[in-house]
């Protein structure tokens, strides 16, 4: 499993470097499914780092570093998608004030990119009571942006 997520990020990176990501997306549902995929990546990363500092899993530095790095550079690619005109009908948990208030949503997205760098940081050093202090800091920044533009 975890060779078919790092399958799917190489991916996505191939992808971002090439310039095709930021295109616009041919259709409201190519927004969200691109949305929707990069989110599922975030998740399963951040699932495996919460399972750590909530003692449910062995610490392991380089596979947490891994996770850190991993989410922190997913953190940049769901925005665009997420200012699609029409991404917030049908299969999406988006909500329409996402669209009205952008300014507001690109922040709390900026605050996310920033937390989860700084945790990439921490995860690098290897302190288990900073990573622990930044891991959720980071989680604050995600409920920030869920429960503003979340359904």
């Known amino acids: 499993?975890?060779?078919f997520i790092k399958a799917g990020v190489i991916s996505i990176v191939v992808l971002v470097s090439s310039g095709i990501v930021f295109a616009q997306f041919a259709k409201p549902e190519d927004a969200i499914t691109y949305r929707k995929s990069v989110m599922q990546v975030i998740k399963k990363h951040f699932g495996s780092m919460a399972g750590v500092v909530k003692g449910k899993m062995p610490?392991?530095?380089t596979s947490?570093?891994?996770d850190a790095k991993v989410v922190?550079?997913?953190s940049k690619l769901p925005w665009e998608a997420s200012l699609?005109?029409?991404s917030t009908e049908g299969n999406t948990t988006l909500t329409e004030k996402a669209l009205k208030d952008s300014d507001g949503f690109l922040a709390a997205a900026k605050r996310f990119e920033d937390a989860s760098r700084e945790l990439t940081v921490a995860a690098e050093s290897g302190d288990l009571a900073v990573i622990k202090k930044l891991f959720g800091a980071t989680a604050q920044t995600c409920g920030g942006c869920h429960k503003p533009y979340r359904k």
Do not use: Q
Request: no cysteine; charged share 20%.
């Open 1 to 3: 499993m975890r060779s």
């Open 59 to 61: 610490y392991d530095k």
């Open 64 to 66: 947490f570093t891994t």
């Open 72 to 74: 922190a550079m997913m």
């Open 84 to 86: 699609v005109p029409g």
